[in-house]
């Protein structure tokens, strides 16, 4: 321990107070390693703080390679030969190497983290039309039961011509418990809505199309082409904004869903590849054939499949495909949205601390890449800490009903989506227990369990192996 050595060689009093420095060192870290996880979430989410614990995290190690140094050459022999003296000088060196080595790999962690706040999540010059005004920001969750994210996956690859989001979910989480619901939207839903005091609405009263091309599929008015499309033809129309296509999504998505979304996460598919690398792969199961790579519209054919089968790893590349290949697969836009389901439940179990804490590094690097969002810096303790519920509570999906209003995305009935939603998030009764005479009826036994797969709201059932 740091500081017995002065008192062995009869500098009680230096050796004292470096001992007891460090006994008491030793002693806050553990009472706020256990007791005050909370602000230590906290400290690692203030970039200001950020970097004055790099700078005492340097100050302790320069203190500490000193009280080494001269712990050596206090208690080293004096009589001692060369070779001694250079053996004793290199187990020190190595030493002090091992503690600076430490404090610099801790240090660049500390750096990337500041890197990523900083980057990603809004701060206070940010602009957004849509983003909520929390009061209560120590506990924003006391007044909002549910907390709904839109989640959109951009793709803004080669060849394309601006940015598309052929992902469109909304994620509706239960501040309580953390259980979530997720609501996929298909890319070419046309008619979009806008609630009635917008000044979307005013250009746009049937939704996002154009009546004078008939009822006909319109491409520059789907869905997925809403993002790129409408702030270029009506800038600024919802106010400032540092994502105006985002802004307007969160609109049009939450008023066909009968929502108020309050914040939005944009995944740049991309980024995606290198985070799935930097978390190490993620396990799946695969029940058909996925294609990597291929384009309907020009009769490309993919270049390989992804071979069926259960738990299998998966390294970024593969990932990015499983999650969107479309090609020739039969409810190709659903069967995206289911896989787009799994993947995200795959990557939450993938995310347990000891593996994001030994590649933080790589993480941080691919979530600038990744990740654009308006949920503010000053809110982010409170997004950890639900976080945390959702990653031990349970995923399901919601489903709207193709057949019965979207048979097409022509005309989708958003109103009926709408009652399917509200009716699946609706708070649950608790039953009352009744007074009953005996069973005129003697059970039937042992309930028969649920095959897998046959439960679509269930990700444990639908993402299980059940080949095609």
């Not at 809403?226 to 049009?252: C, E, F, T, W």
């Not at 790589?362 to 959702?390: E, H």
Request: charged residues 20%; proline residues 7%.
């Amino acid at each position: 321990m740091p500081g017995t050595a002065y008192l062995v060689a009869g500098r009680t009093r230096l050796g004292t107070l470096v001992t007891g420095l460090t006994v008491t060192l030793l002693g806050a870290a553990a009472y706020v390693g256990s007791a005050r996880r909370d602000d230590v979430i906290k400290w690692a989410l203030d970039p200001n703080l950020l970097l004055w614990i790099i700078a005492g995290l340097t100050a302790v190690a320069l203190l500490w390679v000193t009280i080494v140094v001269t712990s050596y050459k206090m208690l080293r022999p004096l009589g001692s030969g060369i070779g001694a003296r250079l053996a004793g000088a290199l187990v020190i060196g190595l030493v002090c190497c091992t503690i600076a080595s430490g404090t610099a790999l801790g240090a660049q962690n500390l750096l990337a983290q500041r890197d990523l706040v900083t980057h990603v999540f809004a701060g206070g010059n940010s602009k957004s039309a849509t983003r909520p005004t929390i009061a209560n920001k120590k506990d924003p969750w006391a007044q909002l039961p549910r907390l709904n994210l839109l989640l959109l996956g951009a793709d803004d690859g080669a060849g394309r011509q601006g940015t598309r989001t052929d992902t469109v979910m909304v994620a509706s989480i239960d501040t309580k418990t953390g259980n979530t619901s997720l609501i996929s939207l298909t890319r070419n839903f046309m008619r979009m809505p806008f609630p009635a005091d917008s000044p979307l609405h005013e250009f746009y009263p049937t939704g996002f199309w154009n009546p004078k091309l008939g009822d006909v599929e319109q491409g520059e008015f789907y869905l997925d082409a809403m993002y790129r499309n409408l702030p270029k033809l009506h800038d600024g129309i919802l106010g400032p904004s540092d994502n105006q296509g985002a802004d307007i999504l969160k609109v049009a998505v939450g008023e066909a869903l009968g929502l108020k979304l309050h914040y939005y996460l944009q995944i740049n598919l991309s980024g995606f590849e290198q985070m799935v690398e930097a978390l190490g792969g993620i396990t799946v199961n695969i029940n058909y054939p996925v294609p990597v790579g291929g384009d309907d519209d020009k009769h490309i054919p993919p270049g390989r499949y992804l071979k069926p089968g259960a738990n299998r790893h998966l390294n970024g590349f593969d990932a990015l495909w499983f999650a969107r290949g479309r090609y020739q697969v039969p409810g190709a836009d659903l069967a995206r949205q289911d896989r787009q389901h799994c993947t995200i439940q795959a990557l939450v179990e993938r995310a347990t601390p000891q593996n994001v804490l030994s590649n933080y590094q790589s993480i941080a690097k691919a979530g600038k890449q990744l990740i654009r969002t308006d949920i503010p810096q000053n809110l982010l303790p409170q997004f950890v800490g639900l976080g945390q519920r959702v990653k031990s509570a349970k995923i399901t999906t919601i489903d709207l009903d193709k057949k019965k209003n979207f048979p097409n995305g022509r005309n989708p009935n958003y109103k009926a989506m709408s009652e399917i939603v509200a009716k699946a998030l609706a708070p649950k009764a608790v039953p009352v227990a009744k007074p009953t005479t005996k069973p005129t009826t003697k059970p039937t036994g042992k309930a028969t369990p649920r095959p897998p797969g046959t439960d679509p709201g269930d990700l444990d059932s639908s993402c299980a192996y059940n080949p095609q």
